[in-house]
Every structure is written in structure tokens, then in C-alpha cells.
């Protein structure tokens, strides 16, 4: 019914650079927030950063200054500009979208599959 693709993860050194994509796909009528949450190895997954609109983002106190979340409503897109990687941004990145389907009458939370993301010191 819906789907969220992610591309983009991969290995870099720290101090670089890396950016991901989120595509939503399917029967969607409307997309509420979209954001990015991370995974790290024996740890809970936390909130990266998630975008409503342009002028309503939040981003966790660890990725400040660094990441930078945009989305393209016109292709159902969000993406995650991630400078300055640290070692400890190392985990899956896991792409949420709030969406309502054009079959439902409620929206609900949609999870892509994770792209994994490692940092090398």
C-alpha cells in the first residue's frame, strides 16, 4: 500500500560527508512529518531529526550543526545532509513518514528499511 525506500548509507571517514534519501511510494493522499531515526548496535533507536514544513523541524541535540533534513513534497522525499560525521553517528538509519493512504480515514506511521551508516575514526 505504502512504502519508504532509503539510499545513501555507506562507510566514510569521520569528519565527512553523507546523504540520505527517503522516497514514499503507493497509495498516499496525504504525508504528514517525515524524519530520520538511527539505531545504533545494543542501543534504542532515537530521533535524528523530522521536518513538517520548512519552518518546523526538530533535530536531536547530538546531530545540531551538522545534519540538515529537507523534504520535496512534490516527489514525496525526504533527505538527510549529514556533515562533519562523527564515529558515533555509526548505526541504521531508518527512514518515518507520517502518512494518511487514500484508503484509510487516519494516518499512521510508515518505516523504511534502514540503511546502515559507519563512520571510521
Known amino acids: 500500500q505504502v512504502q519508504l525506500v532509503e539510499s545513501g548509507g555507506g562507510l566514510v571517514q569521520a569528519g565527512g560527508s553523507l546523504r540520505l534519501s527517503c522516497a514514499a511510494s503507493g497509495s498516499i493522499f496525504r504525508i504528514n512529518t517525515m524524519g530520520w531515526y538511527r539505531q545504533a548496535p545494543g542501543k534504542q533507536r532515537e530521533l535524528v531529526a523530522v521536518?513538517?514544513?520548512?519552518?518546523?523541524?526538530t533535530y536531536a541535540d547530538s546531530v545540531k550543526g551538522r545534519f540538515t533534513i529537507s523534504r520535496d513534497n512534490a516527489k514525496n522525499t525526504v533527505y538527510l545532509q549529514m556533515d562533519s560525521l562523527k564515529p558515533e553517528d555509526t548505526a541504521v538509519y531508518y527512514c518515518?513518514?507520517?502518512?494518511?493512504?487514500?484508503?484509510?480515514?487516519?494516518?499512521?506511521?510508515?518505516w523504511g528499511q534502514g540503511t546502515q551508516v559507519t563512520v571510521s575514526s
Open positions: 518515518n513518514a507520517v502518512i494518511r493512504p487514500w484508503a484509510a480515514s487516519s494516518f499512521r506511521s510508515w
Open positions: 521536518i513538517l514544513s520548512p519552518g518546523t523541524i
